[in-house]
């Protein structure tokens, strides 16, 4: 990339870090509840609300013009804040501009099972001839595809249930708290697969990846 052709790798991991932070803390965490609470006084909350989405659009834009991801999940994310935006300002409710962090997760959750397509998998054990690794990679796939379609429902129930205010808090601890536990399990599940492959393995020196 051009950081790495013209800076010392400590340097590109400096720039990387703090692009990290700048998008993920700053843009996706921090600029919403700041926008949100410090505009709802003054230009009520329906307003507050999407005006606070824009952050969570510029770090889709980061991620699209910076980051050059052209896949379709950024796309994805800018139509459902157009929805989420939309519903809000067609019926007058500043919680449904909240409706598109549901909407995202569960895009995100079943892009997660979509891999564990059937055709797909044979095609994907064909090439690492590992039955036992390929079994491991769907219980992964299936456990973060369950995750965020569990916690879109949560975020929805929450939408309708409680004020605005707590659902904007609520749904960044919710998404964040939700890959947190995902990365744990997947820590802790990768160590005892780990261990038992190398266990196999030394029972059956041919068994390979």
């Known amino acids: 990339g ?4 013209n800076f010392s ?3 590109v991991k400096i720039f990387k870090t703090l692009g990290f ?6 843009l996706d965490i921090a600029s919403p509840l700041t926008l949100y609470f410090t505009l709802k006084d003054v230009v009520g909350e329906l307003y507050a609300a999407i005006i606070s989405s824009i952050p969570s659009l510029l770090s889709v834009i980061w991620s699209i013009l910076i980051k050059r991801r052209f896949e379709p999940l950024p796309f994805l994310i800018i139509f459902a804040f157009a929805i989420g935006s ?3 300002l067609g019926l007058n409710d500043a919680k449904l501009s909240q409706i598109n962090g549901p909407i995202i997760t569960t895009i995100i959750g079943t892009s997660y099972i979509a891999t564990i397509d059937p055709e797909k998998m044979r095609e994907f054990d064909s090439k690492w001839e ?3 690794f390929c079994n491991a990679m769907k219980t992964v796939s299936i456990v973060w595809g369950l995750g965020f379609i569990l916690q879109s429902i949560i975020n929805v129930v929450l939408i309708f249930i409680i004020d605005l205010d707590l659902v904007m808090i609520l749904g960044h601890v919710l998404t964040w708290g939700t890959i947190a536990i995902l990365l744990v399990w997947s820590y802790f599940y990768k160590n005892i697969k780990t261990k038992q492959f190398q266990e196999q393995n030394q029972q059956d020196p041919t068994y390979r990846v």
């Open 2 to 5: 051009i950081l790495e052709r």
């Open 9 to 11: 790798n400590r340097t």
């Open 21 to 26: 932070v700048f998008q993920y803390v700053i």
């Open 86 to 88: 939309g519903l809000s």
């Open 130 to 132: 590992n039955p036992y």
